[in-house]
């Protein structure tokens, strides 16, 4: 009696361990662009470009903490995304993060093209201020952006 239940469970084992591993073929591997703290001062934003293959992409943003002090919120940063020059438009994020909430968005790209992405602390100094007032209001960012491959 025992050679039929145990036949039976091995042969599911085969079919449901086999399966999981071609159904595991078929999906592409993540590729993880960025995956780091960025440390932003107020002003200028800035900016990067790559050339992304299609996909669908998915950027989580989460504001930190300064260990410096500072306010109980952070201060407000803003992240675009977009094909370079208007190119692939529904691929677009606009964003603005002023929590400590974690966020997460994503787009299909079409893929084959210049990607641009901005970072911009939002507060507002005096123009003409020096480095040791700007860097009074630096916000530290929590990026990761990756792609699925299509």
Not at 117 to 131: E, G, K, T
């Amino acid at each position: 009696m025992r050679h039929p239940f145990i036949a039976a469970a091995l042969t599911v084992l085969l079919v449901c361990c086999t399966s999981a591993t071609i159904y595991g073929q078929e999906s592409a591997p993540e590729h993880v662009l960025m995956d780091m703290q960025v440390w932003l001062l107020p002003g200028a934003g800035d900016s990067s470009c790559a050339w992304l293959e299609s996909g669908t992409l998915t950027v989580q943003l989460q504001a930190a903490k300064t260990d410096q002090g500072g306010p109980t919120q952070p201060w407000p940063v803003e992240f675009s995304f977009g094909g370079y020059r208007g190119g692939d438009e529904p691929a677009t994020i606009d964003t603005t993060v002023s929590s400590l909430a974690s966020t997460s968005t994503s787009v299909q790209l079409q893929g084959d093209r210049l990607y641009c992405f901005s970072f911009q602390n939002l507060v507002q100094v005096p123009a003409n201020a020096d480095m040791a007032t700007r860097t009074q209001y630096w916000q530290p960012l929590n990026v990761r952006m990756a792609i699925q491959p299509t």
